[in-house]
Nanobody, 119 residues
């Protein structure tokens, strides 16, 4: 079992930046991957970025590549999402997720943190 707790959401104007954090706890082995998803009103949840905890390999949705940066702390149990040059379309509830240690499905989810972007 893995508990995920997000923080860092809020309101920002277009072009601004926000950093989200997600702390994993109550695990016996590190998740294989940690990532961020988002869901805007009336839209399906989509993957934003993810990172392998073992080697730090990063993957990004093309809509955010070059603007968002995903990273881990040294203990590899906190995942960050630095969001730069935010656009109206980035407004959503952002969810942290994690896979089991061996990888596979996004099994563990946080409660979500809201990001508002205004013009």
């Amino acid at each position: 079992q893995v508990r995920l707790a997000e923080s860092g959401g809020g309101s920002v104007e277009t072009g601004g930046s926000l950093t989200l954090s997600c702390t994993a706890s109550e695990y016996t082995s590190l998740p294989g991957s940690m990532g961020w998803f988002r869901q805007a009103p009336g839209k399906q949840r989509e993957g934003v970025a993810n990172i392998y905890t073992r080697n730090g390999a990063e993957h990004y949705n093309s809509a955010v590549k070059g603007r968002f940066i995903i990273s881990l702390n040294d203990a590899r149990n906190v995942v960050y999402l630095k969001m730069n040059n935010l656009k109206i379309d980035d407004a959503a509830i952002y969810y942290c997720a994690a896979t089991p240690p061996g990888g596979g499905a996004w099994t563990y989810w946080g409660q979500g943190t809201q990001v508002f972007v205004s013009s």
